[in-house]
T-cell receptor, first 113, second 109 residues
Framework: IAGITQAPTSQILAAGRRMTLRCTQD?????MYWYRQDLGLGLRLIHY???????GKGEVPDGYSVSRANTDDFPLTLASAVPSQTSVYFC????????????FGPGTRLTVL | GQNIDQPTEMTATEGAIVQINCTYQ??????LFWYQQHAGEAPTFLSY??LDGLEEKGRFSSFLSRSKGYSYLLLKELQMKDSASYLC??????????WGAGTKLIIKP
């Protein structure tokens, strides 16, 4: 692995189903982030983690949860998917949470019907 | 409130120069980032400014004026592969990035 990977690449999901989007990085970055990107809107932060064992809420956290059991993995869970969660989801990481560029995974395109 | 403004779309000619503007209002300021995003792909880092002035990196340059809450990305000698969206993001007091909606740049031959 080089960089950040996300799985699945795309998914169609029935409303009400539970779904976990996976994100793994091999750069030993401390900070990780989950964003959603919708047409006409900027990237919006869902949740973040400044270091393993800690998480925080971003701008649009409702309906999503995260965990950070170790440095490399940062899964995002939709407990009960709704159509408004149809979006492209990007995971990102950075060395620290300050003056560091964020590196992005390839994204997961999620459609909730 | 926090707000990032940038034009929705711009068109330029191959070989020319284009300037993409960004104005920002965030609670605290810890720098301004520019990212490039090709259609269907992830954003990739282009530049970071925290001090006033111009930072040049090859064909791309980025400018910041903290007092005016203003930045621009300057692309020279445009190539067809520069057709992409350009995202402006301000780092706020908590070092969270507040993102603009992006400027779609269309390059014509």
């Amino acid at each position: 692995i080089a960089g950040i990977t996300q799985a699945p690449t795309s998914q169609i999901l029935a409303a009400g189903r539970r779904m976990t989007l996976r994100c793994t990085q091999d750069m030993r970055h401390n900070a990780m982030y989950w964003y959603r990107q919708d047409l006409g809107l900027g990237l919006r932060l869902i949740h973040y983690s400044n270091t393993a064992g800690t998480t925080g809420k971003g701008e649009v956290p409702d309906g999503y949860s995260v965990s950070r059991a170790n440095t490399d993995d940062f899964p995002l869970t939709l407990a009960s998917a709704v159509p408004s969660q149809t979006s492209v989801y990007f995971c990102a990481s950075s060395e620290g949470n300050s003056y560091n560029e964020q590196f992005f995974g390839p994204g997961t395109r999620l459609t909730v019907l | 409130g926090q707000n990032i403004d940038q034009p929705t779309e711009m068109t330029a000619t191959e070989g020319a120069i284009v300037q993409i503007n960004c104005t920002y209002q965030t609670s605290g300021f810890n720098g301004l980032f520019w990212y490039q995003q090709h259609a269907g792909e992830a954003p990739t880092f282009l530049s970071y400014n925290v001090l006033d002035g111009l930072e040049e990196k090859g064909r791309f340059s980025s400018f910041l004026s903290r007092s005016k809450g203003y930045s621009y990305l300057l692309l020279k000698e445009l190539q067809m592969k520069d057709s992409a969206s350009y995202l402006c993001a301000s780092s706020d007091s908590n070092y969270q990035l507040i993102w603009g909606a992006g400027t779609k740049l269309i390059i014509k031959p």
